[in-house]
């Protein structure tokens, strides 16, 4: 699920402090990247069997390379995902995500897209 019109998606800005912020608010990149892409994730658990929740914020370079650490990043509309054991996660429409995941979702977006503010280029 799309979370849509919260702003993050307007932060065009330096791989580096994108990093040390996605961090402070437990946004993990781990190996989620390449050379023209960057993933965070935040991992929501679940009291259901099985599941857990993301927040994913995935970005592309507009210049420069992810992996010499020297991109400068586009963010990009956030989602909300569930992940189904094993198979993988889900962003569909079509999956019913209770209505305060989704608020808690987008409280934590909306908190990043604060702080990122400061650094937008």
Same mark, same amino acid.
């Given at each position: 699920?799309?979370?849509?019109?919260? !702003?993050?998606?307007?932060?065009?800005?330096?791989?580096?402090?994108?990093?040390?912020?996605? !961090?402070?608010?437990?946004?993990?990149?781990?190996?989620?990247?390449?050379?023209?892409? #960057?993933?965070?994730?935040?991992?929501?658990?679940?009291?259901?069997?099985?599941?857990?929740?993301? #927040?994913?914020?995935?970005?592309?370079?507009?210049? !420069?390379? #992810?992996?010499?650490?020297?991109? #400068?990043?586009?963010?990009?509309?956030?989602?909300?995902?569930?992940?189904?054991?094993?198979?993988?996660?889900?962003? !569909?429409?079509?999956?019913?995500?209770?209505e305060n995941l989704v608020e808690r979702a987008k409280n934590l977006v909306s908190r990043v897209n604060d702080e990122l503010k400061q650094y937008t280029k």
């Amino acid at each position: 699920m799309k979370l849509e019109n919260l !702003g993050i998606e307007e932060h065009i800005m330096d791989l580096k402090p994108l990093d040390h912020i996605m !961090g402070k608010h437990a946004f993990i990149r781990a190996g989620q990247w390449d050379y023209e892409r #960057v993933t965070y994730d935040y991992k929501i658990g679940s009291n259901e069997k099985n599941i857990t929740y993301y #927040v994913r914020i995935q970005g592309f370079a507009t210049e !420069g390379d #992810v992996d010499r650490g020297d991109a #400068v990043i586009q963010l990009k509309t956030p989602l909300l995902g569930k992940h189904y054991y094993p198979h993988g996660i889900e962003y !569909g429409e079509e999956e019913n995500f209770p209505e305060n995941l989704v608020e808690r979702a987008k409280n934590l977006v909306s908190r990043v897209n604060d702080e990122l503010k400061q650094y937008t280029k």
